[in-house]
């Protein structure tokens, strides 16, 4: 493990841009709401206990079905998103790659031994890549921003869209400072011709070591001349959510967290049934649920999640996709919805 995994924290001139943040408060990013780490009746403690006994379901017990797509060769006829498990896809859309919190190294976490990617899910390296016209990271944590990926991809890495103070990390990681743009929540910035990045908030944290909350977490808004599309980063559920649906959709398509949930963390993720309350506020078209798939960091069975959201949706008579890792989503055309989690 190299000490640079860990990141660097805003120093200089961009710390002086954070204090002036209206986000930035007492020493710490915080969240439109009060946001506790832990519910009510839990303490690290008795976290610590139930991952020491999670039950053996957490995991698959055979490797996932996966489809392997040339990325080189995705159509400009429609928006085309891959996804390859967790939070990590590829969007192509109006002749440009955008890449969305990659972690391909096979581990979310500093020591590669932790958090292994699931047998199957980690058909994907940096080598199978396009060149990335945009890059997103949405926040600064293990599993959305992997040191080893983006250390690899850096050369073919055109330019940076992230959240205010992350940039700390990538320039020290070697990232060239002129291709980073650092965003605040409701900052808009216009990466190309038609194509339009909006930060908007998010409810949940930040942080690679022992100091939280030192860099910003964000979603992210894309608008081009012929579609909206929420790009959700990490966010327990609140009201955010309908503000920005009532400000900026409807959304042709919602990208949404939808795992790593579990009662004793409740407002940092949500439970897959406020996923889809989510897209509903979000005025969502389609639903694509991300953030499970790939790795364990919680205690719920694996494939719960996807369960939990189609049976939710289905009440509340919201569209989903469901892709294998690497199956592509044609926005408009083709959204896969096989069962494929029952194995």
Known sequence: ?????????????????????????????????????????????????????????????????????RLDTLTDDYPVIVWFGHSSYLLRINGLNILVDPVLSGSAAPFSFMVKAYKGANVYSVNDL???????????????????????????????????????HLEYWGFDKNKITEMDWWDKYVAAPGMEFTAAPARHFSGRGLKRAQTLWSSFILKTPTHTIYLGGDS?????????????????????????????????????????????????KLLLPVHWGKFTLSLHPWNEPIKRILTKANELQVS??????????????????SVWWDI
């Open 236 to 284: 327990g559920y609140d009201t955010h959510f309908k503000n920005i649906g009532d400000a900026h959709g409807p959304f042709d398509l919602v990208i949404l967290e939808s795992g790593q949930y579990n009662k004793q963390w409740p407002f940092i993720h949500m439970m897959p049934e406020e996923t889809v309350q989510a897209a509903v506020d979000l005025k969502g």
């Open 1 to 69: 493990m190299e000490p640079q995994i860990f990141g660097k924290l805003p120093a200089n001139a961009r710390l002086e841009k954070i204090l002036k943040s209206a986000n930035y408060k007492e020493g710490s990013f915080k969240n439109l709401s009060e946001t506790p780490m832990l519910g009510e009746d839990t303490n690290y403690w008795k976290m610590l206990r139930s991952f020491f006994s999670k039950p053996s379901n957490t995991t698959p017990s055979k490797p996932l079905p996966s489809v392997i797509t």
């Open 130 to 168: 396009p060149p990335i016209d945009i890059l997103i990271l949405t926040h600064d944590h293990f599993d959305h921003a992997d040191c080893i990926s983006l250390k690899k991809m850096m050369p073919g890495v055109q330019q940076i869209i992230t959240s205010l103070g992350v940039g700390a």
């Open 320 to 337: 989903v996709t469901t892709p294998m890792i690497g199956e592509p989503v044609l926005l408009g055309k083709t959204h896969p919805s």
